[in-house]
C-alpha cells in the first residue's frame, strides 16, 4: 500500500536556523514520483520540486534543498538560514506510474520560524 | 507555473442548502481536475477525478449524489455540495493538470491548485 509519513507535526525555529524536514514514503511501484508542497496561511498549495524515483540526485534551489535516498526510502527537505515567509505547512506526496495523477499526501509539517 | 482560482474563497450556509464552488484553470486547459478536502490541521484528502467531458471518478467513501462534480469545459469544473450539513463544513481545494495555451501547447503533468475554498455549514 502507498503512505507517506512525515513525523514532525510542527517545528519552530528562529531565523537563520538550518531546519530538515523529514519525509518517509511506502510504495510497492518501481516508478514513482515524489512531491513537496508549500502551503502558506492563505491556503495555496505552491509545488515546490517533483522527483522521479530513477533519479537520486539531491536538488538545490536558492535555500532550498532535498534529499532521496531510496535505500531509507526517505525524501527530506532542508530549508538553509530559514526566514519568517517560510513559515507554512509543508507536504511530501507521493504518486505512482500506475496511476500517476493520484497524489497520495502525508499529514504535513507546520514550520513556524520567529524573527 | 500554471494558474488555478476558485470561486468563491469563503462561504457560509445553513444546513440544507446547496452550495456550488468553480474551480477555473486560467492560463492552460485543465483536461483533468481534481477535488480535495482538507480538515483543519489535517491533509488533503483526494475527493474526485475528473476529466473534461466525462464523469468524475469518486474516491472510496466519498458520496458521489452528495458532491456532484461537472468538468464541462477545459477551463471549468464545479463542485456542488448538495444539501450541505456541518459536518461537511471543511476547506475544498481543486488542481488541475492540461496543456497550456501558447503555441508550444506546453504540457503540465504536476497538479496546480487553486487558493481553496473555505465552506462553513451553520
Known amino acids: 500500500a502507498q503512505k507517506v509519513t512525515q513525523a514532525q507535526t510542527e517545528i519552530s525555529v528562529v531565523e537563520k536556523e538550518d531546519v530538515t524536514l523529514d519525509c518517509v514514503y511506502e510504495?510497492?511501484?518501481?516508478?514513482?514520483?515524489l512531491f513537496w508542497y508549500k502551503q502558506p496561511p492563505s491556503g495555496e498549495l505552491v509545488f515546490l520540486i517533483r522527483?522521479?524515483?530513477?533519479?537520486?540526485q539531491n536538488e538545490i534551489s536558492g535555500r532550498y534543498s532535498w534529499n532521496f535516498q531510496k535505500s531509507t526510502s526517505s525524501f527530506n527537505f532542508t530549508i538553509t538560514a530559514s526566514q519568517v515567509v517560510d513559515s507554512a505547512v509543508y507536504f511530501c506526496?507521493?504518486?505512482?506510474?500506475?496511476?500517476?495523477?493520484?497524489?497520495?499526501f502525508g499529514t504535513g509539517t507546520r514550520l513556524q520560524v520567529f524573527p | 507555473g500554471a494558474v488555478v482560482s476558485q470561486h468563491p474563497s469563503w462561504v457560509i450556509c445553513k444546513s440544507g442548502t446547496s452550495v456550488k464552488i468553480e474551480c477555473r484553470s486560467l492560463?492552460?486547459?485543465?483536461?483533468?481536475m481534481f477535488w480535495y478536502r482538507q480538515f483543519p490541521k489535517q491533509s488533503l484528502m483526494l475527493m474526485a477525478t475528473?476529466?473534461?467531458?466525462?464523469?468524475?471518478?469518486?474516491e472510496q467513501g466519498v458520496e458521489k449524489d452528495k458532491f456532484l462534480i461537472n468538468h464541462a469545459s477545459l477551463t471549468l469544473s464545479t463542485l456542488t455540495v448538495t444539501s450541505a450539513h456541518p459536518e461537511d463544513s471543511s476547506f475544498y481545494i481543486c488542481?488541475?493538470?492540461?496543456?497550456?495555451?501558447?503555441?508550444?501547447?506546453?504540457?503540465?503533468?504536476?497538479?496546480?491548485f487553486g487558493p481553496g475554498t473555505r465552506l462553513t455549514v451553520l
Open positions: 522527483r522521479n524515483s530513477f533519479d537520486e
Open positions: 492560463d492552460f486547459q485543465a483536461t483533468t
Open positions: 488542481s488541475g493538470i492540461g496543456t497550456g495555451l501558447g503555441r508550444e501547447r506546453r504540457s503540465y503533468n504536476e497538479q496546480f
Open positions: 506526496a507521493l504518486s505512482e506510474a500506475s496511476n500517476t495523477d493520484k497524489l497520495i
Open positions: 510504495t510497492r511501484d518501481t516508478t514513482y514520483y
Open positions: 475528473s476529466n473534461e467531458g466525462s464523469k468524475a471518478t469518486y
